[in-house]
């Protein structure tokens, strides 16, 4: 397979390829792709720019109505899209199509934002002056993306940059390149000119020569926070900007009062779900100790009976972790909450029959978790949660944002007074109440704070924030020069 530049499938300059696995049998290579050297860089990047000088003055609208066309053809390669989604990063259909349907939502959204990209008109300080504010697009974006949503996330960027006005040269997660083919593969039948959007894949080299180009005016990055704070330094000093998505370690809470169903069926599913391979996973479990030893059992009892398995195969609820390094890394951290702490449940690498030749962590339970101990600490990506006790909601509180991340968060409590509270004192950018800290809908902003993020926002009308510049314009039709600050005082 091969990058996508200027509406081209092209392959590298480099000859060289890498092959795109699917971790649920790692004897399946999906396909070949492109590791891009930066002369592809280059020439995404110059398709990109020269494809703003038009884009630009598209009618913003206009912009929309592709997107919506987009989001239609989404609808219908949904299934198949699902299953080449599956196939290569593990997770069940059934999560797939909900990675798809954010897609779906975002580019409908998007659509509509294109009619509301408002900028404000304010008094002037002068007779006969009219002050207006105006969002200006920006330019080529580069747009780098992990690879536990390799559409939904990409979609959160991509989908409103270029609503905005801008043009894109993307660089999915080499764990997912197939589903962003697809992607480009959307946006072309939509009717995207060529070189609005492009694709490059590749490894870390080829999303730091994007970072790099001179061209590449703003960033758009999820993924570690390693990777997030390197990007961020680097644009800096070349004074590009910058929006990071990078790590959780997200707490659910559950009172003595809560109804406890509904918190074990949303721990399980926010821990779980997706092999806990989400930011918003829910990786810290803190219970009111009147109600913890009842809540453990039940949730090593569940978490027992969740089917592991190909996320293709029909009955399967936990696919495999994305690749041998994500699996020895989560291992390596479950070797440690072994040694630290109890661990209750799950505990091991499960091989049994098919799954031999896939990367499967069976659902992992460490009790008896302080703020002392690695798992409640480090981000770990995978499906372990770590289940601490508390004897008050303060401490609950406190326990909660004794974190270096900050990105969702979650009480389950009947009682509106602690509900409130906690929505005022939990330092995340996502609070849930009485649900799971998983999940996002496309037209609210979707952040976090501390660690997580550098103060941008995706979702809703807060994206355009990243993505669009303010021009200020003052009309002067009095008809002599007025001086401001001098005459009018
Ligand atoms: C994430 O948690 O990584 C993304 C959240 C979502 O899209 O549901």
């Given at each position: 397979?091969?990058n996508y530049i200027n509406g081209t499938w092209t392959a590298s300059e480099s000859g060289r390829t890498f092959p795109n696995i699917n971790p649920a049998d790692n004897r399946d290579v999906i396909a070949e792709f492109p590791l891009s050297s930066s002369a592809d860089v280059s020439s995404a ?217 509904l918190a074990i069926d949303g721990v399980l599913w926010g821990a779980f779900g997706t092999t806990g391979q989400r930011c918003t996973a829910t990786s810290r479990l803190i219970l009111h100790e009147d109600i913890h030893d009842l809540v453990v059992d039940r ?191």
């Amino acid at each position: 397979m091969k990058n996508y530049i200027n509406g081209t499938w092209t392959a590298s300059e480099s000859g060289r390829t890498f092959p795109n696995i699917n971790p649920a049998d790692n004897r399946d290579v999906i396909a070949e792709f492109p590791l891009s050297s930066s002369a592809d860089v280059s020439s995404a990047v110059q398709a990109a720019s020269t494809a703003f000088q038009s884009w630009k003055l598209t009618p913003a609208p206009k912009r929309g109505d592709i997107l919506r066309r987009a989001g239609d053809i989404f609808t219908r390669r949904k299934d198949e899209l699902a299953d080449v989604m599956t196939r290569e990063m593990g997770k069940t259909l059934t999560e797939t199509k909900g990675d798809i349907q954010e897609a779906i939502d975002t580019a409908y959204y998007a659509a509509t934002e294109t009619r509301r990209l408002f900028g404000y008109t304010a008094p002037s300080e002068m007779h006969n002056k009219m002050n207006l504010s105006f969002r200006m697009p920006i330019g080529v974006c580069g747009i780098i993306t992990a690879w536990n949503f390799p559409i939904a996330v990409p979609s959160w960027k991509i989908l409103p940059a270029l609503a905005a006005g801008n043009t894109v040269v993307f660089k999915p997660s080499d764990d997912s390149p197939h589903s962003a083919n697809i992607f480009a593969e959307i946006l072309e039948e939509a009717g995207l000119p060529a070189g609005v959007f492009n694709v490059i894949h590749g490894d870390a080299e080829a999303g730091a020569e994007l970072v790099e180009h001179p061209d590449v005016r703003v960033v758009g990055f999820t993924g570690s926070t390693q990777t997030g704070t390197a990007i961020a330094a680097r644009c800096a000093q070349l004074n590009k900007k910058v929006s990071l998505e990078m790590g959780g370690k997200n707490a659910q809470i559950v009172m003595n009062d809560a109804d406890l169903d509904l918190a074990i069926d949303g721990v399980l599913w926010g821990a779980f779900g997706t092999t806990g391979q989400r930011c918003t996973a829910t990786s810290r479990l803190i219970l009111h100790e009147d109600i913890h030893d009842l809540v453990v059992d039940r949730l090593i009892a569940l978490s027992q009976k969740l089917v592991l398995g190909d996320g293709r195969k029909s009955g399967t609820q936990v696919g495999p972790v994305i690749n041998q390094r994500q699996l020895d890394k989560i291992m390596s951290y479950i070797e440690i909450g072994k040694q630290q702490t109890t661990c209750v449940a799950g505990g091991y690498r499960d091989t049994d029959g098919d799954k031999q030749h896939g990367y499967f962590i069976a659902p992992t339970i460490f009790t008896g978790v302080t703020s002392e101990h690695t798992t409640f600490r480090e981000e770990i990506f995978g499906p372990v949660l770590s289940v601490s006790k508390v004897s008050s909601f303060e401490q609950a509180i406190t326990l909660a944002n004794d974190c270096a991340y900050g990105l969702s968060s979650s009480l389950y409590t009947k009682d509106v007074n602690r509900a409130f509270a906690a929505i005022r004192d939990i330092e995340a950018g996502i609070t849930y109440i009485n649900a799971p800290t998983i999940g996002a809908e496309a037209h609210m902003p979707f952040g976090g704070i501390k660690g997580t993020g550098n103060g941008h926002r995706e979702g809703g009308w807060t994206v355009f924030d990243i993505f669009t510049e303010w021009k200020t314009v003052y009309v002067d039709y009095s008809g002599h020069l007025q001086r401001a600050q001098i005459d009018n005082y």
